[in-house]
């Protein structure tokens, strides 16, 4: 008998640091969705989940203020840090389930936006983004064959909408997270066009959870626009995926 948990990923938008009144609110919906696992970005000491464990990326403090940092996975389960290559933009850690037998990896990341270091100029457009798809997708494949056995789950925020449409991104840099994925025998499950139904969004996605072949979408997908009772929490969708882990 198959196992079914929820994971789930969002961009806060630097709550920490504008419009710290919203914590609140993203805490209630963060609560209400109750998913097991959580890939938080941009997001901040002050957004704590009870009941969970945790592991963040380090603070860069050329950018970040005091709380921030960019990545913060919270589990049911306690987890064990993996070192990355990039500890500012991406964590990791796996743990166990008191179900099954093989632990799980998670990997949560930003993809670097299309203008960093641009106005600085350090960079040339998309630059940036370029070189952190190409690092992270070799680093996802280096942590699948350093973990073959692990159930694993790369999410978090990808500056680039997946879904065959025009909306944030480049094309070139779009094919190679299509293929770092496979290369990782990994695949995406949030490709779903959300400006369509069922679920009728203002954006495109470009927040994403991609799941080992181990794991597999039992019922159905769940996006919301980061808005409550019409007041915008976020300036991205959150994601939450509804997951079935063998039973062995």
């Not at 592991?55 to 987890?79: C, F, K, M």
């Not at 350090?122 to 370029?130: G, I, Q, V």
Request: proline share 4%.
């Amino acid at each position: 008998m198959a196992i079914h948990f929820r994971i789930a990923t969002w961009n806060l938008e630097r709550s920490g640091v504008h419009r710290k009144s919203r914590i609140p609110r993203q805490l209630n919906t963060i609560s209400r969705l109750n998913a097991d696992v959580w890939i938080l970005t941009e997001t901040h000491s002050a957004v704590a989940l009870n009941g969970y464990n945790s592991l963040a990326s380090q603070r860069d403090p050329s950018y970040h203020n005091d709380g921030e940092n960019a990545v913060t996975i919270w589990s049911r389960w306690p987890l064990r840090q993996i070192e990355t290559d990039d500890p500012i933009l991406t964590v990791c850690g796996d743990f166990q389930p008191p179900f099954g037998e093989k632990r799980i990896l998670v990997y949560g990341t930003i993809i670097t936006y299309g203008a960093d270091g641009v106005r600085e100029g350090l960079a040339r457009p998309w630059e940036r983004h370029r070189e952190s798809v190409r690092k992270q997708t070799a680093e996802w494949r280096k942590l699948r064959e350093q973990y073959p056995r692990h159930l694993c789950c790369v999410a978090g925020d990808f500056n680039e909408n997946l879904d065959g449409t025009r909306w944030y991104g480049v094309a070139d840099a779009k094919e190679g997270i299509k293929h770092g994925l496979a290369a990782a025998r990994m695949h995406c499950v949030t490709l779903a066009n959300m400006r369509v139904p069922p679920f009728n969004l203002k954006r495109a996605a470009v927040d994403h959870i991609c799941l080992s072949d181990g794991l597999s979408v039992s019922s159905r997908l769940e996006a919301w626009d980061g808005t409550e009772n019409g007041v915008q929490l976020s300036d991205h969708n959150g994601m939450l995926a509804h997951l079935e882990l063998p039973d062995e």
